[in-house]
Nanobody
C-alpha cells in the first residue's frame, strides 16, 4: 500500500528557512516524479516544485531561487529546502508521487509570520 508521509512544517518568521521531507513507502520510488504542492487558505492547490526520475527539476516562478527540491532514492525520500520564506508561502504543503498513477500525502502546515 502506497504511503507518503510529510514532515518538517511549522511556524517560521519571514526570511527564515524550513526543510520539508516526504518519506515514501509501498511504491518503486525511483521511477516516480515527485512533487511538492501547496494550498493557501481560500486558494487552489498549486505546484511548487517537482523532480523527475532523472532528477530534472521544475519550480513555480514564485519560488525560483528560494526553494530547492531534491531526492534520495536510497531513502525513498524527497526534500524541499525553503529559504527566504515569505508570508505568501504560508499554506499546507503536500507531497505527490506521479508515475501515471498518483499518490498524495496528508500534508504538513507551513506558516510564515511577517
Amino acid at each position: 500500500q502506497a504511503q507518503l508521509v510529510e514532515s518538517g512544517g511549522g511556524l517560521v518568521q519571514a526570511g527564515g528557512s524550513l526543510r520539508l521531507s516526504c518519506a515514501a513507502s509501498g511504491i518503486m520510488f525511483s521511477i516516480y516524479t515527485m512533487g511538492w504542492y501547496r494550498q493557501a487558505p481560500g486558494k487552489q492547490r498549486e505546484l511548487v516544485a517537482s523532480i523527475s526520475r532523472s532528477s530534472r527539476t521544475n519550480y513555480a516562478d514564485s519560488v525560483k531561487g528560494r526553494f530547492t527540491i531534491s531526492r534520495d532514492n536510497a531513502k525513498n525520500t524527497v526534500y524541499l529546502q525553503m529559504d527566504s520564506l515569505k508570508s505568501e508561502d504560508t499554506g499546507d504543503y503536500y507531497c505527490n508521487a506521479d508515475a501515471g498513477v498518483r499518490y498524495w500525502g496528508q500534508g504538513t502546515q507551513v506558516t510564515v509570520s511577517s
